[in-house]
Protein backbone atom coordinates (compact mmCIF):
# COMPACT_ATOMS: atom_id res chain seq x y z
CA UNK A 1 0.00 0.00 0.00
CA UNK A 2 1.27 3.15 -1.26
CA UNK A 3 1.69 5.40 1.89
CA UNK A 4 1.75 9.07 0.64
CA UNK A 5 4.88 11.23 1.53
CA UNK A 6 3.53 13.46 3.97
CA UNK A 7 3.41 10.59 6.28
CA UNK A 8 7.47 10.39 5.93
CA UNK A 9 9.03 10.03 9.27
CA UNK A 10 11.75 12.90 9.44
CA UNK A 11 14.29 12.71 11.60
CA UNK A 12 15.17 16.27 11.64
CA UNK A 13 11.27 16.56 13.32
CA UNK A 14 9.94 19.02 10.98
CA UNK A 15 7.42 17.03 9.03
CA UNK A 16 5.42 13.22 9.07
CA UNK A 17 4.96 11.31 11.61
CA UNK A 18 5.47 11.95 15.27
CA UNK A 19 7.89 8.65 17.37
CA UNK A 20 5.04 6.31 18.56
CA UNK A 21 1.95 8.61 17.24
CA UNK A 22 1.78 6.96 13.87
CA UNK A 23 -1.05 4.59 11.99
CA UNK A 24 -2.78 3.48 14.90
CA UNK A 25 -6.74 2.89 13.60
CA UNK A 26 -7.64 0.78 10.47
CA UNK A 27 -11.08 -0.01 9.10
CA UNK A 28 -12.63 -1.47 5.74
CA UNK A 29 -15.96 0.06 4.84
CA UNK A 30 -18.96 -2.74 5.20
CA UNK A 31 -18.65 -3.13 0.98
CA UNK A 32 -14.76 -3.59 1.08
CA UNK A 33 -14.93 -1.49 -1.20
CA UNK A 34 -12.33 1.23 0.66
CA UNK A 35 -10.25 1.35 3.59
CA UNK A 36 -9.62 3.76 6.23
CA UNK A 37 -6.73 4.56 8.32
CA UNK A 38 -5.94 6.90 10.94
CA UNK A 39 -2.66 8.02 12.65
CA UNK A 40 -2.51 8.60 16.48
CA UNK A 41 -1.65 11.89 16.69
CA UNK A 42 -1.76 15.40 14.09
CA UNK A 43 1.59 15.19 11.83
CA UNK A 44 4.55 17.59 12.88
CA UNK A 45 3.48 19.66 10.23
CA UNK A 46 -0.63 19.89 10.41
CA UNK A 47 0.10 21.07 14.35
CA UNK A 48 0.89 20.50 18.03
CA UNK A 49 -0.27 17.49 20.20
CA UNK A 50 -3.73 17.98 22.49
CA UNK A 51 -2.45 19.83 25.84
CA UNK A 52 -4.05 19.59 28.67
CA UNK A 53 -7.17 22.16 28.54
CA UNK A 54 -5.80 22.15 24.54
CA UNK A 55 -6.86 20.41 21.57
CA UNK A 56 -4.67 19.24 19.19
CA UNK A 57 -3.76 19.83 15.64
CA UNK A 58 -6.10 17.90 13.14
CA UNK A 59 -5.27 14.29 12.69
CA UNK A 60 -5.75 13.05 8.98
CA UNK A 61 -7.99 9.78 8.52
CA UNK A 62 -6.86 8.77 5.52
CA UNK A 63 -9.05 6.53 2.64
CA UNK A 64 -7.49 3.92 0.26
CA UNK A 65 -9.15 2.06 -2.32
CA UNK A 66 -9.01 -1.40 -2.09
CA UNK A 67 -9.08 -2.23 -5.59
CA UNK A 68 -5.69 -0.54 -6.20
CA UNK A 69 -4.27 0.55 -3.02
CA UNK A 70 -4.51 3.69 -3.87
CA UNK A 71 -4.92 6.82 -1.33
CA UNK A 72 -8.19 8.84 -2.86
CA UNK A 73 -9.84 11.11 -0.06
CA UNK A 74 -8.42 12.61 3.09
CA UNK A 75 -10.16 14.37 6.28
CA UNK A 76 -9.21 15.49 9.02
CA UNK A 77 -10.34 14.85 12.39
CA UNK A 78 -9.27 16.99 15.76
CA UNK A 79 -8.81 15.23 18.98
CA UNK A 80 -10.02 16.47 22.16
CA UNK A 81 -8.05 18.36 24.72
CA UNK A 82 -6.20 15.67 27.34
CA UNK A 83 -9.46 16.06 29.93
CA UNK A 84 -7.34 16.32 33.30
CA UNK A 85 -3.31 16.67 34.15
CA UNK A 86 -1.34 14.53 35.32
CA UNK A 87 -0.25 14.03 38.98
CA UNK A 88 3.31 13.21 40.77
CA UNK A 89 1.60 12.61 44.44
CA UNK A 90 4.71 14.47 45.49
CA UNK A 91 6.81 12.17 43.49
CA UNK A 92 9.52 12.39 40.97
CA UNK A 93 8.50 11.14 37.61
CA UNK A 94 9.64 7.80 36.82
CA UNK A 95 13.07 7.91 34.78
CA UNK A 96 12.64 8.74 31.30
CA UNK A 97 9.37 10.22 31.77
CA UNK A 98 9.88 14.20 31.34
CA UNK A 99 7.03 16.26 32.58
CA UNK A 100 5.97 17.75 29.21
CA UNK A 101 5.23 14.40 28.38
CA UNK A 102 3.19 12.65 31.35
CA UNK A 103 0.02 13.23 29.55
CA UNK A 104 -1.28 12.60 25.92
CA UNK A 105 -4.45 12.06 24.02
CA UNK A 106 -5.27 10.93 20.62
CA UNK A 107 -7.16 8.13 18.14
CA UNK A 108 -6.38 4.61 19.04
CA UNK A 109 -9.15 3.25 16.61
CA UNK A 110 -11.43 3.78 13.70
CA UNK A 111 -14.43 1.19 12.99
CA UNK A 112 -16.86 2.26 9.85
CA UNK A 113 -20.11 1.78 10.73
CA UNK A 114 -21.55 2.09 7.21
CA UNK A 115 -19.80 3.43 4.33
CA UNK A 116 -19.57 6.80 5.42
CA UNK A 117 -19.91 6.41 9.29
CA UNK A 118 -17.26 5.91 11.26
CA UNK A 119 -16.89 5.35 15.27
CA UNK A 120 -13.69 7.00 16.37
CA UNK A 121 -12.20 6.07 20.11
CA UNK A 122 -10.10 8.73 21.27
CA UNK A 123 -7.57 7.43 24.18
CA UNK A 124 -6.14 9.53 26.99
CA UNK A 125 -3.50 9.13 29.78
CA UNK A 126 -1.93 10.88 32.28
CA UNK A 127 0.58 10.23 34.82
CA UNK A 128 -0.79 9.06 38.06
CA UNK A 129 -4.42 9.61 36.95
CA UNK A 130 -5.10 6.76 34.33
CA UNK A 131 -6.96 6.67 31.01
CA UNK A 132 -10.02 8.39 29.44
CA UNK A 133 -11.85 6.91 26.45
CA UNK A 134 -14.37 8.37 24.93
CA UNK A 135 -16.75 7.46 21.54
CA UNK A 136 -17.46 9.37 19.15
CA UNK A 137 -19.16 9.34 15.51
CA UNK A 138 -18.47 11.26 12.79
CA UNK A 139 -19.78 10.92 8.90
CA UNK A 140 -16.89 11.49 6.46
CA UNK A 141 -18.64 12.60 3.72
CA UNK A 142 -19.07 16.25 5.95
CA UNK A 143 -15.90 17.02 6.28
CA UNK A 144 -13.47 18.33 3.41
CA UNK A 145 -11.07 16.36 0.94
CA UNK A 146 -7.55 17.77 2.63
CA UNK A 147 -5.50 14.70 0.51
CA UNK A 148 -3.79 17.87 -1.77
CA UNK A 149 -3.01 19.86 1.55
CA UNK A 150 0.95 19.95 2.40
CA UNK A 151 0.17 21.12 5.59
CA UNK A 152 -2.74 21.42 7.74
CA UNK A 153 -2.00 24.59 9.83
CA UNK A 154 -3.45 27.70 9.32
CA UNK A 155 -5.16 25.95 5.96
CA UNK A 156 -8.65 26.68 5.45
CA UNK A 157 -10.55 23.30 5.71
CA UNK A 158 -13.90 22.05 7.53
CA UNK A 159 -12.70 18.84 9.76
CA UNK A 160 -15.09 16.07 10.29
CA UNK A 161 -17.91 17.04 12.92
CA UNK A 162 -17.72 14.87 16.51
CA UNK A 163 -20.76 13.64 18.19
CA UNK A 164 -19.97 11.98 21.48
CA UNK A 165 -21.66 8.74 21.77
CA UNK A 166 -20.13 7.29 25.06
CA UNK A 167 -17.59 8.85 27.64
CA UNK A 168 -16.62 5.50 29.14
CA UNK A 169 -15.73 6.92 32.44
CA UNK A 170 -19.70 7.70 32.81
CA UNK A 171 -20.70 3.79 31.99
CA UNK A 172 -20.35 2.28 35.25
CA UNK A 173 -16.69 0.52 34.81
CA UNK A 174 -14.28 -0.37 37.76
CA UNK A 175 -11.16 0.87 35.80
CA UNK A 176 -10.72 2.30 32.57
CA UNK A 177 -6.99 0.83 30.65
CA UNK A 178 -5.17 1.85 27.58
CA UNK A 179 -7.73 0.56 25.03
CA UNK A 180 -6.62 -0.16 21.37
CA UNK A 181 -9.12 -1.91 19.25
CA UNK A 182 -12.62 -2.46 18.43
CA UNK A 183 -14.88 -4.46 16.03
CA UNK A 184 -18.50 -5.52 16.04
CA UNK A 185 -19.49 -8.20 18.42
CA UNK A 186 -22.19 -10.35 17.78
CA UNK A 187 -26.09 -9.17 17.43
CA UNK A 188 -28.21 -9.42 20.67
CA UNK A 189 -31.49 -11.79 20.84
CA UNK A 190 -33.41 -8.48 20.62
CA UNK A 191 -31.55 -7.38 17.12
CA UNK A 192 -29.59 -4.56 18.47
CA UNK A 193 -25.78 -5.03 17.51
CA UNK A 194 -22.67 -4.81 20.19
CA UNK A 195 -19.41 -3.45 19.90
Do not use: C
Request: charge should be negative; hydrophobic fraction near 40%.
Amino acid sequence: VPVPAMFAFDKSGKTGVRDNKGFEGLSFTPSGDTLWVATEAALVQDGPVPAVGVPGGPIRLTQFATHSAQPFRQIAYVPDAIPFAPSLGGVSPPAGLMPGAMADNGVSEIWMASETGMLVLERAWAYGVGNSLRLYWIDTDDADDVLGMPTLQGAKFKPADKVLLLDFAKAGLPRLDNTEGMTRGPTLPNGNPTL
